[in-house]
Nanobody, 125 residues
Framework: QVQLVESGGGLVQAGGSLRLSCAAS????????MGWFRQAPGKEREFVAA????????YYADSVKGRFTISRGNAKNTVDLQMNSLKPGDTAVYYC??????????????????WGQGTQVTVSS
Protein backbone atom coordinates (compact mmCIF):
# COMPACT_ATOMS: atom_id res chain seq x y z
CA GLN A 1 0.00 0.00 0.00
CA VAL A 2 1.08 3.54 -0.74
CA GLN A 3 -0.37 6.66 0.83
CA LEU A 4 0.13 9.99 -0.89
CA VAL A 5 -0.29 13.45 0.61
CA GLU A 6 -0.02 16.59 -1.51
CA SER A 7 0.88 20.06 -0.30
CA GLY A 8 1.88 23.43 -1.69
CA GLY A 9 -1.27 24.54 -3.45
CA GLY A 10 -2.66 28.04 -3.14
CA LEU A 11 -3.63 31.25 -4.87
CA VAL A 12 -1.17 32.92 -7.23
CA GLN A 13 -1.35 35.61 -9.89
CA ALA A 14 -0.87 34.81 -13.53
CA GLY A 15 2.81 34.58 -14.36
CA GLY A 16 3.69 33.45 -10.86
CA SER A 17 5.06 30.17 -9.56
CA LEU A 18 4.08 27.43 -7.14
CA ARG A 19 5.79 24.25 -6.06
CA LEU A 20 3.65 21.24 -5.22
CA SER A 21 5.01 18.41 -3.16
CA CYS A 22 3.77 14.87 -2.67
CA ALA A 23 4.91 12.82 0.30
CA ALA A 24 4.60 9.08 -0.09
CA SER A 25 4.60 6.30 2.45
CA UNK A 26 5.36 2.71 1.55
CA UNK A 27 8.48 0.66 0.95
CA UNK A 28 8.00 0.31 -2.82
CA UNK A 29 7.86 4.02 -3.63
CA UNK A 30 11.26 3.97 -5.29
CA UNK A 31 10.01 1.40 -7.81
CA UNK A 32 6.93 3.28 -8.95
CA UNK A 33 6.34 5.74 -11.73
CA MET A 34 4.85 8.87 -10.19
CA GLY A 35 2.49 11.26 -11.86
CA TRP A 36 0.65 14.51 -11.39
CA PHE A 37 -2.87 15.00 -12.71
CA ARG A 38 -5.32 17.87 -12.42
CA GLN A 39 -9.05 18.39 -12.56
CA ALA A 40 -10.71 21.72 -13.23
CA PRO A 41 -14.35 22.37 -12.31
CA GLY A 42 -16.68 20.70 -14.78
CA LYS A 43 -13.85 18.98 -16.60
CA GLU A 44 -12.36 15.51 -16.60
CA ARG A 45 -9.17 14.71 -14.75
CA GLU A 46 -6.18 15.10 -17.04
CA PHE A 47 -2.54 14.11 -17.11
CA VAL A 48 0.03 16.79 -16.29
CA ALA A 49 3.43 15.13 -15.81
CA ALA A 50 5.07 11.87 -14.83
CA UNK A 51 8.51 10.65 -13.80
CA UNK A 52 10.02 7.18 -13.92
CA UNK A 53 11.28 5.28 -10.90
CA UNK A 54 14.88 6.45 -11.27
CA UNK A 55 14.02 10.04 -12.12
CA UNK A 56 15.76 9.70 -15.46
CA UNK A 57 12.60 9.73 -17.56
CA UNK A 58 9.97 12.42 -17.54
CA TYR A 59 6.93 13.17 -19.64
CA TYR A 60 4.73 16.24 -19.80
CA ALA A 61 1.40 17.24 -21.25
CA ASP A 62 1.84 19.68 -24.13
CA SER A 63 -0.08 22.32 -22.20
CA VAL A 64 2.58 22.50 -19.45
CA LYS A 65 5.74 21.59 -21.33
CA GLY A 66 8.45 24.18 -20.74
CA ARG A 67 6.63 25.65 -17.73
CA PHE A 68 6.35 22.73 -15.30
CA THR A 69 9.10 20.46 -14.00
CA ILE A 70 8.58 17.18 -12.18
CA SER A 71 11.25 15.76 -9.91
CA ARG A 72 11.55 13.10 -7.24
CA GLY A 73 13.63 12.46 -4.17
CA ASN A 74 13.68 8.74 -3.52
CA ALA A 75 15.60 9.13 -0.29
CA LYS A 76 12.75 11.23 1.12
CA ASN A 77 9.89 9.53 -0.74
CA THR A 78 8.80 12.76 -2.36
CA VAL A 79 7.80 13.92 -5.81
CA ASP A 80 7.53 17.60 -6.61
CA LEU A 81 5.98 19.67 -9.36
CA GLN A 82 7.53 23.07 -9.96
CA MET A 83 5.05 25.25 -11.81
CA ASN A 84 6.25 28.47 -13.45
CA SER A 85 4.56 31.02 -15.70
CA LEU A 86 1.20 29.98 -14.36
CA LYS A 87 -1.93 30.80 -16.33
CA PRO A 88 -5.58 31.04 -15.26
CA GLY A 89 -6.14 27.87 -17.29
CA ASP A 90 -3.90 26.00 -14.84
CA THR A 91 -6.50 26.46 -12.10
CA ALA A 92 -7.50 23.02 -10.86
CA VAL A 93 -7.20 20.50 -8.08
CA TYR A 94 -3.84 18.78 -8.53
CA TYR A 95 -3.43 15.12 -7.64
CA CYS A 96 -0.34 13.03 -7.06
CA UNK A 97 -0.57 9.42 -8.21
CA UNK A 98 1.53 6.26 -8.16
CA UNK A 99 1.72 3.62 -10.89
CA UNK A 100 2.71 0.24 -9.45
CA UNK A 101 2.66 -1.65 -12.76
CA UNK A 102 6.44 -1.39 -13.30
CA UNK A 103 5.78 -0.46 -16.91
CA UNK A 104 6.82 2.53 -18.99
CA UNK A 105 5.53 6.00 -18.17
CA UNK A 106 1.83 6.28 -18.87
CA UNK A 107 -0.55 9.21 -19.20
CA UNK A 108 -3.62 7.04 -18.57
CA UNK A 109 -5.45 7.52 -15.29
CA UNK A 110 -6.28 3.82 -15.14
CA UNK A 111 -2.60 2.91 -14.79
CA UNK A 112 -2.26 4.75 -11.51
CA UNK A 113 -3.37 2.66 -8.54
CA UNK A 114 -2.78 5.11 -5.71
CA TRP A 115 -3.96 8.71 -5.41
CA GLY A 116 -3.61 11.58 -3.01
CA GLN A 117 -6.48 13.72 -1.81
CA GLY A 118 -5.56 16.65 -4.05
CA THR A 119 -4.45 20.23 -3.51
CA GLN A 120 -6.13 23.31 -4.95
CA VAL A 121 -4.22 25.62 -7.28
CA THR A 122 -5.92 28.87 -8.25
CA VAL A 123 -4.36 31.27 -10.74
CA SER A 124 -5.90 34.71 -10.92
CA SER A 125 -5.72 36.91 -13.99
Amino acid sequence: QVQLVESGGGLVQAGGSLRLSCAASGRSFNSYTMGWFRQAPGKEREFVAAIGWSGGSTYYADSVKGRFTISRGNAKNTVDLQMNSLKPGDTAVYYCAADNSYGTISTFISRYAYWGQGTQVTVSS
